[in-house]
């Protein structure tokens, strides 16, 4: 009984771990991101991705009670100004239950970048968002690229590197 109960486990295990490899790589490569409705945070529909091909898209999903997310701020905020002219948009989407709770995130924290929330409650189900906070870098043919999840100062080199790599991609 044991060992059922033991290759249950490990087939479940199997069966899981290639379900999210299968979605990361799905995503990850040269794949478009999943279409989602999103609107600001007054209400008003936001633009979509397919409207900003030619320029870099950097996704971050994020949430008013995660530590890691509130670190990311500044770092979002620096690219943008540091890449907003050569064709960077950072577009922050949120996912608190309560909105209330994002805008008194953001009114401690301005930001100089997109804020929309997820007005259809699939988008980050669609994106496959397993960790807070979310990366999805998007290049200019509007496929994504990158694919990350949390967020520690350490990687932020290698993060601006990729944007700047992908800044500097013909169309």
Same mark, same amino acid.
């Given at each position: ?12 295990? #199997? ?10 790589a ?18 008003? !529909?936001?633009?979509?991705?397919? %409207? ?15 530590? !890691? ?8 905020? &620096?690219?943008?100004? @540091? ?5 960077l ?19 401690? +924290? !301005? ?7 997820? %007005?259809?409650k699939?988008?980050? &189900? ?6 807070? !906070?979310? %990366?999805?870098? #998007?290049?200019? +043919? ?9 967020? +520690?100062?350490?990687? %932020? @080199? @290698?993060? +601006?590197?990729? #944007? @700047? ?7």
């Amino acid at each position: 009984m044991i060992k059922q109960i033991s290759l249950l486990i490990s087939v479940s295990l #199997i069966f899981f771990l290639s379900m999210v490899t299968s979605v990361r790589a799905h995503l990850e490569g040269n794949t478009p991101p999943p279409h989602c409705e999103l609107a600001s945070l007054d209400g008003k !529909p936001a633009e979509d991705w397919k %409207t900003m091909k030619g320029e870099v898209i950097y996704i971050d999903f994020w949430a008013s009670w995660c530590p !890691p997310c509130a670190k990311s701020f500044p770092f979002m905020s &620096q690219l943008m100004q @540091e890449f907003k002219d050569k064709g960077l948009k950072v577009i922050g989407i949120n996912l608190d239950e309560n909105l209330e709770d994002a805008k008194k995130f953001l009114a401690k +924290r !301005p930001v100089n970048f997109s804020i929309v929330v997820d %007005t259809s409650k699939r988008c980050a &189900q669609d994106f496959n968002v397993m960790a807070m !906070p979310s %990366t999805y870098i #998007i290049d200019k +043919r509007g496929l994504v690229r990158h694919i990350h999840r949390g967020f +520690r100062a350490g990687e %932020t @080199e @290698e993060l +601006r590197g990729l #944007i @700047e790599q992908l800044l500097q991609e013909e169309l």
